[in-house]
Each structure stands twice: as C-alpha cells, then as structure tokens.
C-alpha cells in the first residue's frame, strides 16, 4: 500500500482478555517498529524487527507482549491477559533499511486500544 | 542511552507570529535528529531530519531547524505561523548505531486568530 496501515483503529476489550493488533508495513521496508503512545506522552519503542527476526525488544514492557513478523512484511503485535494500564495507542512504522541508515520512518496512524 | 527533552509543554502563538519549539538532546556521540508532527487523529509525520553536514536543515511546510551541538539542541522554528500548524509535534533522537528512535514528550502548538 502508500502507506503503513494498521488495523483496527480502534479496540475496546475487557480486563484479561487477549488482543492482537495488526500492521502492514510499506511494501519493500524491511525495517519494521512497534512503539507505544500513552495520553499526553511521546512514542515509547517497543520491538523493531529488522525482516522476520526481532532486532530489538528491549522496550516490551513484560512478558504478556508479544510480536511476530513471520514473513518479513506484515507483523503483528499481540498483548495476553490486557490490563487497563495497557490502554494507549500502538505505532507502528516502517523503513527501507534499519535506524542505523537514516531512511526515513514513517508512521501508521495507530491502533487505538482500550482495556476496560 | 540516548534522551529528548521538549521543555515546553504546551505554547500559544498567534497567526503570522513567528515561532520556536525546543529541543534538547543527550548522546555522547553525533546525534540523528528528527522533528515530527502529530495532527488529531493522525499518524506522525516527518517536518525535517539531520544527519551531518549544514547545521541548518529545512523541511517541509516552512520549517527550519538548527542543530548545535555546543548547546545539545534542535530547535525547530517557522518564521511566520498558520493556524493549520496546530498540532502536537516531537523531538527525536537516533544514532549511527541500530538503535531505534527515542523521542520527547511533545509540545502541543495552539494558534489563535
């Protein structure tokens, strides 16, 4: 597609449950980014996958977060047992090559979650 | 570890003034540094980005940033304001390594009439 695109929009679910929030990324980036964006806070970075593995997970926050890219393109992030702390907008972005190359990174426009 | 500070949290201009948002920086070496805008609803977009090379580096939509490295800052400014300038905007960081980018906490832009 143009651009990144991230689905859904928008997710309410409850206390506990299990959610997945899906990214497709600029056709032919390898670089892909998951970050977190609390209310009145900036990105937070979560994972970067450099094309199927993981270069980078320092920023999950716990074990209940997860993400794969199994394919190199489409990546998806998924969050067990939500809780309401885990509310915020989910990012994710992409780019040619990796932070290191200084390509661009462009952003989706969010998921937007909520734990009630 | 690599931070962004943005002081101001939240700066009123009027249109047509001219306008300054800061930016201060912590890497021990060369800095990436970006500028990004945040419209509601919308997804970041890049105003400008530096690398090396001239200081002062010119992006889209009328802005500008210097890069001192004396002063560890990245200012972004814009001579003279437009009332579609309203938005949240961010200051990011990144490096020659493959570290992903670290960004502030953002300063909300209001313009009034």
């Known amino acids: 597609g143009a651009g990144v695109s991230q689905t859904p929009s928008n997710k309410v679910t409850e206390k506990g449950k299990y959610v997945e929030l899906r990214c497709d990324p600029i056709s032919g980036h390898t670089a892909l980014y998951w970050y977190r964006q609390s209310l009145g806070q900036g990105p937070e970075f979560l994972i970067y996958f450099q094309g199927t593995g993981a270069a980078d997970d320092s920023g999950l926050p716990n074990d209940r977060f997860f993400a794969v890219r199994p394919e190199g393109s489409v990546s998806t992030l998924k969050i067990q047992r939500t809780e309401r702390g885990d509310s915020a907008v989910y990012l994710c972005?992409?780019?040619?090559?990796?932070?290191?190359?200084?390509?661009?990174?462009?952003f989706g426009e969010g998921s937007w979650l909520t734990v009630v | 570890a690599q931070s962004v500070t943005q002081p101001d949290i939240h700066i009123t201009v009027s249109e047509g003034a001219s306008l300054e948002l800061r930016c201060n920086y912590s890497?021990?070496?060369?800095?990436?540094l970006f500028w990004y805008v945040q419209s509601p609803g919308q997804g970041l977009q890049l105003l400008l980005k530096y690398f090396s090379g001239d200081t002062l580096v010119q992006g889209i939509k009328g802005f500008e940033a210097e890069f001192k490295r004396s002063q560890s800052s990245f200012n972004l400014r814009k001579p003279s304001v437009h009332w579609s300038d309203a938005a949240e905007y961010f200051c990011?960081?990144?490096?020659?390594?493959?570290?992903?980018?670290?960004f502030g906490k953002g300063t909300r832009l209001s313009v009034i009439a």
């Open positions: 990011a960081v990144g490096n020659s390594g493959n570290t992903p980018l670290v």
């Open positions: 972005a992409s780019s040619l090559d990796g932070p290191a190359s200084g390509n661009t990174i462009y």
């Open positions: 890497y021990g070496a060369t800095p990436y």
